[in-house]
C-alpha cells in the first residue's frame, strides 16, 4: 500500500486484540432480561399467577412474601435497567446485580423457605463471579440531564404500567371506575397514596405496593443520577487543540475533512509518538471519528491502536464515518474492522473550474440573472473582517439556521470567526435595500475551512429566506473564481451519500434491484437531501472521492447510523434551550478577543 504504511497480519490482529463481543456478559444480560420479564409479568398480570409459567417465574428473585407482586415488579424493573449495563460489560452494573441476587435468594430462603429460589438466583450470581474480570467496562461520558431524561421517561413507563396494574383486576373492582379515575389511582399510588378506585380483599394492598414500588423505583434511580458525580461529554483542551493543529500544519493537505477535527466537542486519543491522531464522540454508547486520522500516515496504527484500546475499556461501539479509501484501508487491516462505501465526496479543481460550455449553461444563467438583479460578492479571510462585520455574520448564520440544532458533525467546525480560525474563507452575498433588515445589506453566507495550505473544505451554507434563489450557486462561483488569489488549487464541496447509486439508478440499462434502491433513496431525500444534494454539487463538474463508514459488525450498523444522525443533528433527542439563551452561551463561550466588540455591537 502507498503512503509508507507499516504491514501487519490483521488476522494477527484479530486473535490479539480483534473487538470480538464477548459471550458470557451477552448471554447474562439477555438472561438478566428475560428474568426481568417475566418477575414484572408476575407483578402485573393475575392470571399469569395460575399459569404453568409461573410455577417458574414464583421463585424468580423479588416474587416472594405477602407483597409478592410488588417485590417482584421491582426486580423485573431493576433487571431490565441492568440488562442492557451487564450486555456491555459495565462494571457498575455488574456491582449492581451481584448485590440484587443474594439479597433475592435471602429473601426467598426468609420469607418463602424456597431452595429453588435460592438456586436460581445463584445460576445466575455463579457466571458473574467466575467472568468478573469481563464485566470491566468504564462508564461512559454523562452529565446530569440524564436524570431528567430518567425522570420523564421512568415516570411515562410507570404511568403506563400503572394503568395496567389498576385494569387487570375487573372481577375484584368496585364500581366502574373511569379511566380519569384510574389515572388519578395510578399518580395518588405511585406517591404512596390511596385513590379512588376500590378493589375486594387484599387486591387493594397488591395494587397499593405495587404501585408503590414503581413510584420508589423512579424517585431512587432519577436521585442516583442527578446527585451522581457529573462526567460532562469530552471538549478539546487547549493543549490537544494546540497539538492538533500542529499536526494539520505538516499533514493537513492528505484529508479534506482534516481541519473538522479541531471541534471543541470531540476528544481525541494520539499515538504514543504524538505524530497522530484520532478524534471522535461518544453518541449513544458508540465511538463515532469522522475522517481519517490526522497526522503521519506512518503514526496512524499507533493512534488507531490507542483508539481501539479506548472503546474496549468503556465497551464503546468503534465506528468511523467518512474516512477516505486510504484510510479505510488502514483501519480494516489494522482492527480487523469492515467498510462500506457510504458516497462520494465533491471536489472541484480550480484550474479545470469554467463556466463556458454547455455542461455549466444552468450553472451560467443563474450567476448572470442574480448579479442582474443587483448582488455582488466578496470572499475574504476570516482574518480580515472587522470585528462588527464579523459579528453581524454570525448572528445572521444564528438566525438564518433552518433548525433548532446545528447540524453536522463529520463536515462541520460548528463555529465561525474565532480568532485561531483566521485563514478559514469566507464568502458572502450583498445587495442594498431601500429597507435594509437586521444584517444590513448581507444576504447569504458560505464557509469554508483550511484543507492544506492550498485547499479549502466548504463548511456551512446560510441565506436570508428572503433572497433570491440561487445564493449558494452565486458564493460558490464566486469563491473558485476568487481562490487563486488567495493560493487555493482545489476546493471540497459538499458530501453525497450514496452518490454512485443514484448515478447508476438512473442511467438506461439499470436493473430492478438497482432502480428499486434508488427509488427508496429518492423518497428518503424528503427529509434528508440525498438526491438534491447529489445534484447540486453535480452542477459544478467535480470530481467524485469516495467515502466509507468502518464498523465492526454489520449488526452493529443502526445502531451506528443512529448514532450519526444524532451527531449530525438529524435526530435531537436532547431539549433545545431556547435561541436567546443559545446566543448567551455562545457569547460567553467565545474568546475574549472578540468579548468588548460583541458588547458594544450589542450595545449599538
Same mark, same amino acid.
Given at each position: 500500500?502507498?503512503?509508507?504504511?507499516?504491514?501487519?497480519?490483521?488476522?494477527?490482529?484479530?486473535?490479539?486484540?480483534?473487538?470480538?463481543?464477548?459471550?458470557?456478559?451477552?448471554?447474562?444480560?439477555?438472561?438478566?432480561?428475560?428474568?426481568?420479564?417475566?418477575?414484572?409479568?408476575?407483578?402485573?398480570?393475575?392470571?399469569?399467577? +395460575?399459569?404453568?409459567?409461573?410455577?417458574?417465574?414464583?421463585?424468580?428473585?423479588?416474587?416472594?412474601? %405477602?407483597?409478592?407482586?410488588?417485590?417482584?415488579?421491582?426486580?423485573?424493573?431493576?433487571?431490565?435497567?441492568?440488562? +442492557?449495563?451487564?450486555?456491555?460489560?459495565?462494571?457498575?452494573?455488574?456491582?449492581?446485580?451481584?448485590?440484587?441476587?443474594?439479597?433475592?435468594? /435471602?429473601?426467598?430462603? !426468609?420469607?418463602?423457605? #424456597?431452595?429453588?429460589?435460592?438456586?436460581?438466583?445463584?445460576?445466575?450470581?455463579? %457466571?458473574?463471579?467466575?467472568?468478573?474480570?469481563?464485566?470491566?467496562?468504564?462508564?461512559?461520558?454523562?452529565?446530569?440531564? $440524564?436524570?431528567?431524561?430518567?425522570?420523564?421517561?421512568?415516570?411515562?413507563?410507570?404511568?403506563?404500567?400503572?394503568?395496567?396494574?389498576?385494569?387487570? +383486576?375487573? *372481577?375484584?373492582?368496585?364500581?366502574?371506575?373511569?379511566?380519569?379515575?384510574?389515572?388519578?389511582?395510578?399518580?395518588?399510588?405511585? =406517591?404512596?397514596?390511596?385513590?379512588?378506585?376500590?378493589?375486594?380483599?387484599?387486591?387493594?394492598?397488591?395494587?397499593?405496593?405495587?404501585?408503590?414500588?414503581?413510584?420508589?423505583?423512579?424517585? /431512587?434511580?432519577?436521585?442516583?443520577?442527578?446527585?451522581?458525580?457529573? *462526567?460532562?461529554?469530552?471538549?478539546?483542551?487547549?493543549?490537544?487543540?494546540?497539538?492538533?493543529?500542529?499536526?494539520?500544519?505538516?499533514?493537513?493537505?492528505?484529508?479534506?475533512?482534516?481541519?473538522?477535527?479541531?471541534?471543541?466537542?470531540?476528544?481525541?486519543?494520539?499515538?504514543?509518538?504524538?505524530?497522530?491522531?484520532?478524534?471522535?464522540? /461518544?453518541?449513544?454508547?458508540?465511538?463515532?471519528?469522522?475522517?481519517?486520522?490526522?497526522?503521519?500516515?506512518?503514526?496512524?496504527?499507533?493512534?488507531?491502536?490507542?483508539?481501539?484500546?479506548?472503546?474496549?475499556?468503556?465497551?464503546?461501539?468503534?465506528?468511523?464515518?467518512?474516512? #477516505?479509501?486510504?484510510?479505510?484501508?488502514?483501519?480494516?487491516?489494522?482492527?480487523?474492522?469492515?467498510?462500506?462505501?457510504?458516497?462520494?465526496?465533491?471536489?472541484?479543481?480550480?484550474?479545470?473550474? #469554467?463556466?463556458?460550455?454547455?455542461?455549466?449553461?444552468?450553472?451560467?444563467?443563474?450567476?448572470?440573472?442574480?448579479?442582474?438583479?443587483?448582488?455582488?460578492?466578496?470572499? $475574504?479571510?476570516?482574518?480580515?473582517?472587522?470585528?462588527?462585520?464579523?459579528?453581524?455574520?454570525?448572528?445572521?448564520?444564528?438566525?438564518?439556521?433552518?433548525?433548532?440544532?446545528?447540524?453536522?458533525?463529520?463536515?462541520?467546525?460548528?463555529?465561525?470567526?474565532?480568532?485561531?480560525?483566521?485563514?478559514?474563507?469566507?464568502?458572502?452575498?450583498?445587495?442594498?435595500?431601500?429597507?435594509?433588515?437586521?444584517?444590513?445589506?448581507?444576504?447569504?453566507?458560505?464557509?469554508?475551512? %483550511?484543507?492544506?495550505?492550498?485547499?479549502?473544505?466548504?463548511?456551512?451554507?446560510?441565506?436570508?429566506?428572503?433572497?433570491?434563489?440561487?445564493?449558494?450557486?452565486?458564493?460558490?462561483?464566486?469563491?473558485?473564481?476568487?481562490?487563486?488569489? =488567495?493560493?487555493?488549487?482545489?476546493?471540497?464541496?459538499?458530501?453525497?451519500?450514496?452518490?454512485?447509486?443514484?448515478?447508476?439508478?438512473?442511467?438506461?440499462? !439499470?436493473?430492478?434491484?438497482?432502480? !428499486?434502491?434508488?427509488?427508496?433513496?429518492?423518497?428518503?431525500?424528503?427529509?434528508?437531501?440525498?438526491?438534491?444534494?447529489?445534484?447540486?454539487?453535480?452542477?459544478?463538474?467535480?470530481?467524485?472521492?469516495?467515502?466509507?463508514?468502518?464498523?465492526?459488525?454489520?449488526?452493529?450498523? %443502526?445502531?451506528?447510523?443512529?448514532?450519526?444522525?444524532?451527531?449530525?443533528?438529524?435526530?435531537?433527542?436532547?431539549?433545545?434551550?431556547?435561541?436567546?439563551?443559545?446566543?448567551?452561551?455562545?457569547?460567553?463561550?467565545?474568546?475574549?478577543? *472578540?468579548?468588548?466588540?460583541?458588547?458594544?455591537?450589542?450595545?449599538?
Amino acid at each position: 500500500m502507498s503512503g509508507g504504511v507499516p504491514s501487519r497480519s490483521s488476522r494477527a490482529r484479530r486473535i490479539l486484540r480483534g473487538p470480538r463481543p464477548e459471550a458470557v456478559p451477552a448471554l447474562v444480560g439477555w438472561a438478566a432480561a428475560l428474568v426481568g420479564v417475566l418477575d414484572i409479568a408476575a407483578g402485573v398480570f393475575p392470571r399469569f399467577r +395460575h399459569s404453568r409459567v409461573h410455577a417458574i417465574a414464583e421463585v424468580l428473585p423479588g416474587s416472594f412474601g %405477602p407483597f409478592a407482586a410488588a417485590l417482584s415488579l421491582s426486580s423485573g424493573v431493576l433487571l431490565l435497567l441492568l440488562a +442492557h449495563g451487564l450486555k456491555r460489560r459495565k462494571r457498575r452494573a455488574w456491582r449492581a446485580a451481584v448485590a440484587l441476587l443474594p439479597a433475592g435468594a /435471602v429473601a426467598q430462603f !426468609a420469607y418463602r423457605h #424456597s431452595v429453588v429460589g435460592v438456586l436460581i438466583a445463584v445460576a445466575l450470581l455463579v %457466571p458473574l463471579l467466575l467472568h468478573r474480570n469481563e464485566f470491566a467496562a468504564l462508564p461512559d461520558p454523562r452529565s446530569r440531564w $440524564r436524570a431528567l431524561a430518567n425522570f420523564v421517561l421512568m415516570s411515562a413507563g410507570s404511568l403506563m404500567l400503572g394503568l395496567v396494574i389498576v385494569s387487570v +383486576h375487573p *372481577h375484584r373492582t368496585v364500581g366502574d371506575p373511569s379511566l380519569a379515575d384510574r389515572l388519578t389511582h395510578v399518580i395518588y399510588g405511585l =406517591f404512596g397514596f390511596e385513590g379512588p378506585v376500590d378493589y375486594q380483599g387484599n387486591t387493594s394492598w397488591t395494587v397499593a405496593f405495587s404501585l408503590g414500588a414503581l413510584g420508589w423505583i423512579t424517585a /431512587v434511580t432519577t436521585i442516583y443520577l442527578a446527585f451522581r458525580p457529573e *462526567h460532562p461529554a469530552a471538549r478539546l483542551t487547549e493543549e490537544d487543540e494546540a497539538q492538533l493543529r500542529a499536526l494539520l500544519e505538516k499533514h493537513g493537505r492528505r484529508d479534506s475533512l482534516g481541519h473538522f477535527a479541531l471541534r471543541r466537542d470531540k476528544a481525541v486519543v494520539f499515538s504514543p509518538s504524538g505524530k497522530a491522531a484520532v478524534t471522535y464522540r /461518544v453518541i449513544s454508547g458508540v465511538m463515532l471519528a469522522s475522517g481519517d486520522p490526522i497526522g503521519d500516515v506512518e503514526a496512524w496504527p499507533g493512534a488507531i491502536e490507542r483508539f481501539m484500546d479506548e472503546a474496549k475499556a468503556h465497551s464503546w461501539t468503534p465506528a468511523v464515518m467518512g474516512c #477516505s479509501e486510504t484510510g479505510g484501508e488502514v483501519w480494516t487491516r489494522e482492527t480487523g474492522l469492515d467498510a462500506l462505501e457510504l458516497g462520494d465526496e465533491a471536489v472541484v479543481e480550480v484550474a479545470d473550474f #469554467s463556466l463556458a460550455g454547455r455542461a455549466m449553461r444552468n450553472v451560467r444563467q443563474m450567476v448572470k440573472r442574480i448579479e442582474r438583479a443587483g448582488y455582488e460578492t466578496r470572499v $475574504r479571510r476570516i482574518r480580515d473582517l472587522g470585528d462588527t462585520e464579523l459579528e453581524r455574520i454570525r448572528r445572521a448564520a444564528e438566525d438564518w439556521r433552518g433548525t433548532d440544532t446545528e447540524r453536522g458533525f463529520s463536515m462541520a467546525l460548528g463555529r465561525i470567526g474565532d480568532p485561531t480560525d483566521g485563514d478559514c474563507l469566507i464568502a458572502t452575498a450583498h445587495k442594498q435595500d431601500d429597507e435594509p433588515g437586521e444584517y444590513g445589506d448581507l444576504k447569504a453566507v458560505l464557509h469554508f475551512v %483550511p484543507w492544506g495550505k492550498d485547499g479549502a473544505s466548504l463548511d456551512l451554507m446560510r441565506r436570508d429566506r428572503s433572497a433570491d434563489p440561487g445564493m449558494n450557486e452565486l458564493l460558490i462561483v464566486a469563491a473558485l473564481q476568487a481562490a487563486p488569489k =488567495f493560493g487555493i488549487t482545489r476546493v471540497s464541496l459538499n458530501f453525497a451519500m450514496f452518490r454512485s447509486a443514484l448515478a447508476r439508478g438512473e442511467k438506461i440499462g !439499470a436493473g430492478p434491484v438497482l432502480r !428499486a434502491w434508488r427509488g427508496l433513496l429518492v423518497f428518503l431525500s424528503r427529509w434528508f437531501q440525498i438526491e438534491s444534494l447529489y445534484k447540486f454539487n453535480a452542477k459544478f463538474q467535480p470530481r467524485w472521492e469516495p467515502r466509507f463508514v468502518v464498523y465492526r459488525h454489520s449488526a452493529d450498523l %443502526p445502531r451506528i447510523g443512529f448514532a450519526a444522525m444524532q451527531a449530525e443533528g438529524f435526530v435531537n433527542l436532547a431539549l433545545p434551550l431556547p435561541r436567546f439563551l443559545r446566543r448567551r452561551r455562545a457569547a460567553v463561550e467565545r474568546p475574549c478577543a *472578540h468579548t468588548v466588540a460583541e458588547r458594544d455591537v450589542r450595545a449599538a
